[in-house]
């Protein structure tokens, strides 16, 4: 039987995100040392991008459900020295239970899949981020109950993360705003999966009008560095401040995926007011995460404790 990868939101139907999502706030709530459910499994970890917050939350994830992560770089590994993905797929999904990979090319993901005995999981690529979603969209399901018929504004760059919101947007049921400038709108292929829960606006003050939720992410990503002083220029109207969320809703919420540039992408106000939730949403990686692994390599056989 082919396994079960998690390469996109779209993997998952609304029904299955949101259960997913309740047994991530379960698994939050209830911490039972004693239900390690992946216990002598082992999660391969391949980063060709650095994070803090996808190696913690996994490995930390593998521990608690009584497994191992294995963090390999390419430095440790012959993908590195150009071994094709197909053939390093089919040698380490002999060795281990599950491989998550963070990397740029989203194909060496959707290649690395195809080749695998073994669950993969999209840990981020140029073109997804979904697992970030799955901590953003518990976070809202959290403090504000479902999202299913609510605005959210993405402000800023049509990246991953927006990609990525544009799928949660379609699965879940809310509307999405977005605000870019010209020259970094999201890829048209995507928004047309989307298209009438997708509506573009040309600033962020009526992108976000009566938004439950704004959303932003650094102007500069990984590997754009050297496009830094070009893209502060581009998206110097771009900032959530107090204005820009003054026109959303009196209870709308601010998330960030972190790391944040105070002062750019969003002003040092927002992002450390009340209304921002950024550390519960990155608390929610690790919680999230869990509920896919346990998603993928158990079903729904091992899945009886802590339910309520």
Avoid at 146 to 157: E, F, K, L, N
Avoid at 224 to 243: G, H, I
Avoid at 260 to 289: K, M, P
Wanted: net charge negative; hydrophobic share 40%.
């Amino acid at each position: 039987m082919k396994p079960r990868h998690f390469i996109s939101l779209l993997d998952l139907t609304g029904d299955e995100l949101r259960q997913l999502i309740n047994r991530a706030i379960t698994l939050k709530r209830v911490r039972d040392h004693e239900y390690q459910p992946l216990k002598g499994q082992v999660l391969g970890m391949i980063f060709e991008k650095s994070s803090t917050r996808t190696r913690v939350s996994f490995e930390t994830g593998m521990a608690h459900f009584g497994g191992h992560a294995l963090f390999l770089s390419p430095r440790d590994t012959q993908l590195g020295r150009g071994e094709p993905i197909s053939d390093s797929a089919k040698v380490i999904s002999r060795m281990v239970d599950c491989v998550m990979l963070r990397t740029h090319e989203h194909e060496t993901v959707t290649k690395f899949a195809a080749n695998s005995r073994v669950p993969v999981i999209n840990g981020l690529t140029d073109k997804e981020h979904p697992c970030q979603l799955l901590a953003d969209m518990q976070t809202y399901f959290e403090h504000r109950g479902d999202i299913a018929g609510r605005t959210v504004a993405w402000i800023g760059d049509g990246n991953n993360m927006c990609h990525s919101y544009i799928h949660a947007a379609l699965v879940l049921g809310f509307t999405l705003h977005i605000a870019a400038p010209a020259g970094y709108l999201p890829d048209p292929d995507i928004v047309a999966l989307a298209p009438s829960h997708v509506r573009f606006f040309d600033n962020s003050i009526s992108a976000a009008k009566d938004a439950d939720l704004i959303a932003t992410d650094v102007w500069a990503s990984m590997g754009q560095e050297a496009e830094q002083k070009l893209r502060e220029v581009a998206f110097k109207e771009y900032q959530v401040n107090a204005q820009v969320m003054a026109a959303a809703k009196p209870d709308a919420l601010f998330m960030h995926c972190l790391p944040a540039h105070r002062g750019e992408e969003v002003s040092a106000d927002v992002i450390d007011g009340a209304q921002s939730v950024v550390f519960d949403e990155a608390e929610n990686r690790l919680h999230a995460q869990k509920a896919l692994l346990e998603l993928l390599l158990c079903g729904d056989a091992k899945i009886s404790l802590l339910n309520d």
